[in-house]
């Protein structure tokens, strides 16, 4: 209810600026995100940080770009990428390929938005809410 003290106010004062990751409870009270290693919810956490309102699809988790956020382990972030695309948090919607693609993820908690240059059948095999249904 408005009660006036705030008018004019611009924003929100009780935080800090800029943006920030919109990640559903429903996401995190899952019985699938449950069972996600620490490691993978840290990824979880690094692809919602990407996501704004027109890119989910665009997604990246690339050695490279995740080298840029602190993640020094290739080993660690392949094992984590895994297991959020087999328990259904993530989707590939292009595959990368060596020397310089990189491949594509969307996170399912949101629609797949619409863009050239996906994977042949990856809009139409993509599931949202999958880590729901335990598909991967």
């Not at 620490?38 to 309102?53: G, N, P, T, W, Y």
């Not at 594509?104 to 797949?112: D, E, H, P, S």
Request: hydrophobic share 40%; aromatic share 10%; glycine share 12%.
């Amino acid at each position: 209810m408005a009660n006036g003290r705030n008018k004019g106010a611009k924003g929100d004062a009780g935080r800090d600026a800029g943006g920030f990751i919109a990640l559903p409870w429903s996401v995190v009270d899952s019985p699938a995100y449950a069972t996600l290693s620490m490691h993978a919810r840290c990824l979880l956490i690094e692809v919602s940080r990407q996501f704004v309102k027109d890119n989910n699809g665009r997604l990246l988790l690339s050695r490279a770009y995740m080298e840029t956020r602190g993640w020094k382990s290739s080993d660690m972030l392949t094992k984590a990428k895994r297991e959020l695309l087999a328990t259904g948090f993530i989707y590939e919607t292009v595959m990368g390929h060596r020397p310089n693609k990189a491949s594509w993820y969307a996170v399912t908690w949101r629609v797949l938005d619409k863009h050239p240059g996906y994977d042949a059948g990856a809009a139409e095999g993509f599931v949202r809410g999958a880590y729901r249904l335990g598909v991967g």
